[in-house]
């Protein structure tokens, strides 16, 4: 029995050829994350979002109002709270499916798979993470959790950083509803801005940080995908992203819900501040946090108030792009360095974004 076990356990590892047994446990833990994956995405994204955009192909009206409320307006709990609460009940089940997706990479799929698909760095890296995003449609916080558990299963930080941001940005849900509500210069500015800062700026952020090596595997992660023991390591991976993540996902979240009438404080008066107004909504909109596709609204109520190209191209940018909540969540993972430096690239993008646009219309 001794030497069977081994040869399991070494199978497992990618040292040596499995076992019957040994194949028969990889299929059923990488059957059990397919089968998460499916039912999280269609529940949280392919379904609602199906039938959103057959909607909006019949009236070309996207639904719902700007969620970040009055510009200026000042902090308090109120506030705070009723943000909150809106966008809770925007994102809550995004956010459970990403947290049973992110537990499922960490326990249920052999690391050599996750090495080879996503252990690469540079360009080859960058474009495994962002192919990897384009099914998931996820906002940037609730793309943190799998971006995490990404890293800590070996992924490449070029290829964690470039699922982190291809997910809002390239989300192909998003850009139907911006082609199908807005002009085309839109989408093709998101699209091509978007590529651009998660394809490349993914590959120069890693290689300008510090070269340091992904979170040490543990004992759990070093028996992902060999059946033994698969559900008590899920669940315990579950509570372990769940209990870390969600409570000071909520209070940042919280902050910026108290603070977001002056993070953007674009209102009808602001329309006539020029290139002041395009840094303005590049900064603040690195910080802001929104569901999917909710920068649609505000870049209507923005061209309704009067506000110039440059304003909308580099609201859709970088308000989608990250948040200070997403940040949060995945700076321990990523490095607080990476994090910082991805700011500023989402910065200086939606600042091209708001040239690319102007020139476009």
Known sequence: MGQPARRDRRASAGLGPPTRAGRGAVIASVAAFTAIFLAGETWAKWWPYGHKIAAVSGTHVYPGRSILGAPGAAPSWAHAWQFTVAYGKSVWIALVAALLIGAGLQTLLPRPVLARAFGAEGLRGSLGGTLAALPSLMCTCCSAPVTNSLRRSGASRSSSLAY??????????????????????????????????????????????????????????????????????????????????????????????????????????????????????????TLLVIPTGAEIPVLAALAAAGFATGVSGAVLIALPAVSLPSMVMVGRDLSWRVVALTAAAVMAAALAGAALLTVLS
Request: overall charge positive.
């Open 164 to 285: 982190w941001l291809a997910n809002p940005l390239l989300n192909p849900a998003v850009l139907v509803f911006l082609a199908l509500v807005l002009p085309w210069q839109f989408a093709i500015t998101r699209l091509v801005v978007g590529a651009v800062l998660a394809v490349g700026a993914s590959v120069l952020i890693a290689r300008w940080a510090p070269r340091d090596p992904a979170p040490a595997p543990t004992a759990a992660g070093d028996r992902a995908g060999t059946g033994a023991g698969a559900p008590y390591r899920f669940l315990r991976a579950l509570f372990r992203l769940a209990v870390v993540l969600v409570p000071e996902y909520f209070v940042v979240v919280l902050g910026v819900g108290a603070l977001r009438g002056w993070l953007l404080p674009l209102g009808q008066a602001a329309s006539g501040w020029g290139f002041a107004a395009v840094l303005i909504a590049a900064c603040a909109g």
